[in-house]
């Protein structure tokens, strides 16, 4: 079972008393405590999944954080919690501009690439996301989960199976789903990559918003448009985008896609359909 629902972190901002200090810019850090979220038993019932997750130490693993000039503890700002498809949590520099603008503080866990067990790699996520909410002065209504490409996977399966904990999920160029859908010759399905909790995916698709980043030349733009269509609308989500960048490769998206989407998971979506202009 799910042990506990976290929805009002998703609903309002956390109050800024007795927080610590903090410096600005980039820094290295390490959250030593695992949230019951991520524990094995959590994981495994928010995904039925039949591996067993095991121990984990969140202490073991350095995370890098940003924090922008502007932020100070008296106003609440949002976090984009990275999951890169590489060893290195580096995102790239014209993205800084866009976060600071957006008030939102980053963090992403370094040696969490592909070759990472899927499960390390959700449960780092998670811990990151408790760890900066007592860190910072966090408006739990802004709290994202991003990825590209693997990242973008593991991202859109933290964004519907800990909906209660992510208020949005940005997948770029990669996503999972939890029903069988068609490929995109129409021969075959894919399977479902997990299976939330009944009561978190009601979250999920009442609440929580998501946009999918895809490029005109990705060769995961079918399947992107695919899971759009066949999964999270066909599904019933409330709250659901897809943006298609033109001319672009399976690469990481530009800075004013990045607005873009950004924009569009704080109101709620509108202006995100599957247009191909910025």
């Not at 998670?126 to 900066?132: F, G, I, L």
């Not at 998206?253 to 709620?268: C, G, I, K, V």
Request: hydrophobic share 40%; net charge positive.
């Amino acid at each position: 079972m799910v042990a506990r629902i976290f929805l009002l972190w998703c609903l309002s901002a956390v109050s800024c008393w007795a927080l610590p200090p903090f410096v600005t810019g980039e820094s290295r850090q390490r959250f030593s405590v695992l949230p019951v979220q991520a524990s094995a038993e959590e994981v495994k019932a928010r995904l039925h999944c039949q591996e067993n997750p095991g121990s984990f130490d969140p202490g073991a693993d350095t995370f890098t954080v940003h924090v922008p000039s502007e932020y100070r503890h008296e106003t609440a700002w949002g976090v984009l919690v990275w999951i890169s498809p590489s060893d290195s949590a580096r995102i790239p520099a014209p993205w800084l501009a866009v976060l600071a603008q957006k008030r939102l503080l980053f963090v992403g866990a370094e040696k969490a690439g592909n070759p990472r067990n899927i499960l390390d790699r959700i449960r780092l996520a998670v811990s990151a996301n408790v760890a900066m909410r007592e860190r910072f002065h966090v408006d739990g209504r802004r709290v994202y989960v991003a990825g590209f490409s693997g990242g973008g996977r593991v991202a859109s399966m933290l964004g519907v199976a800990w909906a209660d904990m992510f208020s949005g999920s940005l997948p770029m160029m990669g996503v999972n789903f939890y029903t069988d859908l068609p490929s995109a010759d129409g021969r075959r399905l894919h399977p479902p990559q997990y299976i939330p909790d009944d009561t978190v995916l009601e979250i999920a698709k009442g609440r929580t918003r998501h946009v999918l980043i895809t490029s005109e030349k990705d060769f995961n733009r079918a399947d992107t448009r695919i899971v759009f269509e066949k999964g999270y609308r066909q599904e019933g989500f409330s709250h659901v985008g897809l943006l298609e960048i033109p001319g672009l490769g399976h690469g990481m998206p530009p800075a004013e896609w990045l607005d873009r989407a950004l924009t569009a998971l704080d109101s709620r979506i509108p202006g995100a359909g599957s247009e191909k202009k910025p």
